[in-house]
């Protein structure tokens, strides 16, 4: 007797079965948990929830969430549609705010203001994008696995910011605390509706939109595609593969720069511990959920961003550990990996002695 | 020479982490399952390995709960890869993402507790050996037990059937179908066992190297095993040589911030293990290209007899 996977005659979930089928397990594995840890799961589904959208305020903190999260979400996404694995964009981040941090720090104030706002953007892109190059010029050169060098780039990362901040660039008036001096007023990003929503979130939905285009209808999104789906067609068509990828890993990096720029312009408004918390590996859930769609990235950033928020919220009305969150997003994407399959394939048990030839 | 026994000793209690890890991943890979969830099952193991040690008072039951705490993540992302047919790499990357979550949600009450640990063998006739006594003094049991499994992976994977089945599975799954080999169970078999070894890397660090339980205390040590398995060809004799490797780079910044020589600055210093990392890969990538046969053929690609 053996499990069998195989073909269904009907492919296709509904949706709503197929919801079902992701939320259910990740709803019950994280009741489990907190069964474990002795509290009521329904009670802290329902803490959860309410931090997430109980008010005006908490809401638009899920909307400042899913800023980075977009933007991580669609850097990890234009990759992943060449099979790219950019699992780097927390270090890609980090750098975009390094870079965003050093001009606010040491050139905005001897520049006019209007020009402050577009070369930080800059400065974010260009941080991730330089953070991105290497691997992916050892990819684009010798197929060194990019899965691995990017990762390895994400502690490199860490350990320079934390250098910065606790060394060079710590701010002299700080009394020991780990942290630049604050940006001057012109390096902020402008916030909007009296809430913490700043300019970062047009700039991710812009991007989201730009990604949309350029992936589906233009001849660059054309090659990018064909390259990922047949590397084989791509060198018959003579597509200049190695150059598509050092191009769209640094496009990847780039995006998850302005995600790093964004946190330290928009949020922190200073270079400080608390930058790196896991937006970039986010941005794979992000990603795959969306099933790479550009346009659905926005909107998966929000469920995840709520997921986060609720998490907080959790931890600072019931003192359960944030990081419920985490283990809610792990277990969504194994449930939607195995969605997936079961939309077009179902388990069957079979005795041996029914096989076929 | 003190200096130097002072660095050969670190470098051999830094490094049975890794090398268990890149141990477990190499078997799981020469059955062609690539196993990216490998730093999400370390730190489930060391948290584990840590609390069953903790609660039933000995280290033994602390190796089985690591195991078995790491060994069911390795059985999901072996569902999923063997008979769902999914990516391997977003399974194992979902695993890492779980095991971390779950480790940190978890283990926050652990956080800074004490309990067992393998306490290191000297001060006993070992430190009389000459040469190597000093050398040994500071190593544990657990450590030097892990050594062993090198040979005796060698042997199983050279020299048994077992290994010959495990080595057709990673290669060309088809034909060994064929031949007999049943690809589903050996693959599981594999991927499980590269995941039991992922828990006792973890055990390794709350038990041994620094005992006690850390939020993300691993620190990307899951992820340089599996870079190591590439830097070994997939031989465990190379695997070894890699974690020694990490193990000397570690050793290195022990020895510069003890002594107070700074020829590198410090924060370069913890930056060299990812680094090096990504150079010894780009070398063995560049050097050893034209080596045929050193990756598993079907490595990351389901198996299924009807396609």
Known sequence: ?357 | MDDLIFIVAITLKSSPAVLLASLGELISERGGILNLGVEGMMLVGALAGFVTARQSASLALGLCGAMAAAGLLALLHAFLCVHLRADQVISGLAVTILGTGLSSFLGRPFIGQTGLHFSSIGGTWIDGLPLIGPLLAQQNLFGLLCLAAVPALMYLLGRTWLGLYIRAAGQDPAAADAAGVPVAAIRYGCTLFGGCMAGLAGAYLSLAYTPGWKEGMTGGQGWIAIAMVIFATWHPLRALLGALLFGLLNALQFYFQATGIELIPAYILHMLPYLLTVGVLVLVTVLEKPVLGSVPGALGKPFSREE
């Not at chain 1, 992701?22 to 840890?37: D, H, R, Y």
């Not at chain 1, 870079?99 to 606010?104: D, E, H, I, N, V």
């Not at chain 1, 928009?266 to 970039?280: M, S, W």
């Open chain 1, 1 to 357: 007797m053996r499990l069998k996977l195989e073909k269904k005659a009907h492919s296709g979930l509904r949706i709503v079965p197929l919801t079902l089928m992701i939320a259910a397990p990740v709803l019950l594995a994280g009741a489990v948990l907190f069964e474990a840890v002795g509290a009521d799961p329904l009670a802290a589904y329902a803490v959860m929830l309410q931090g997430a959208l109980g008010n005006w305020f908490n809401c638009s903190e899920v909307l400042v969430k899913a800023i980075p999260l977009m933007l991580t979400g669609l850097a990890v996404a234009v990759a992943a549609r060449m099979q790219l694995w950019n699992i780097g964009c927390e270090g890609q981040l980090v750098c975009g705010g390094i870079f965003a941090a050093g001009f606010a720090l040491y050139a905005a104030d001897a520049l006019p203001a209007p020009a402050v706002i577009p070369i930080l953007i800059l400065a974010g892109f260009a941080g991730g994008a330089l953070w991105a190059l290497i691997p992916a010029l050892l990819k684009a050169r010798w197929n060194v696995n990019e899965i691995i060098s990017t990762l390895m780039f994400n502690y490199v990362a860490v350990i320079l910011m934390q250098h910065l901040y606790f060394g060079p660039w710590r701010d002299p008036m700080g009394r020991g605390f780990p942290g630049t001096a604050m940006f001057v007023r012109s390096a902020w990003l402008p916030r909007f509706f009296h809430t913490r929503i700043h300019l970062g979130l047009f700039i991710a939905l812009g991007a989201a939109l730009l990604l949309y285009y350029s992936l589906g209808h233009t001849t660059w999104g054309y090659r990018v595609t064909v390259i990922g789906l047949s590397p084989q067609a791509a060198r018959y068509a003579n597509f200049d593969a190695g150059r598509q990828q050092i191009a769209v890993l640094l496009i990847s990096g780039g995006l998850a720069g302005l995600a790093g720029m964004g946190e330290v312009c928009g949020i922190h408004l200073r270079l400080q511990q608390g930058l790196a918390v896991g937006y970039g590996y986010d941005g794979i859930i992000v990603a795959f959920l969306a099933y790479l769609n550009p346009l659905a990235v926005p909107l998966v950033a929000l469920l995840l961003a709520g997921l986060i928020v609720g998490g907080e919220q959790l931890q600072a009305v019931a003192h359960l550990p944030a990081s419920i969150s985490m283990v809610l997003e792990g277990c969504l994407l194994l449930a939607i990996l195995a969605a997936t399959v079961f939309s077009t394939h179902r388990l069957r048990i079979v005795r041996d002695d029914e096989e076929g030839p």
